[in-house]
């Protein structure tokens, strides 16, 4: 599993998406990210996500991002997890 410290972070590099709860996420996020929910982001990443490109996963304290991360990995999607800490 590939993780960078979201202070590495650049646009240029991928998509950053942050699986908080909408709550979670309005009260702190990184600026340049987009809230899919976990929830959603699992039961939907078909259709949210295209294997051509690159995702980086960040979530408030790292557990629910390490998991969809290795979820989305074994589905063949180029995905990292980001890291707050």
């Known amino acids: 599993m590939k993780r960078l410290d979201i202070k590495d972070y ?20 990184h600026p340049d990210s987009i ?17 051509n490109k690159k995702y980086y996963i960040v979530c408030n304290k790292g557990v629910k991002s390490r998991k969809a991360v290795a979820i989305l990995e074994f589905y063949g999607y180029d995905v990292t997890q980001m890291s707050y800490e």
């Open 10 to 29: 650049n646009k240029n590099k991928g998509i950053l998406i942050d699986i908080q709860n909408k709550i979670d996420y309005n009260d702190y996020h």
């Open 35 to 51: 809230n899919i929910p976990y929830e959603t982001l699992l039961l939907n990443y078909k259709t949210l996500l295209d294997k």
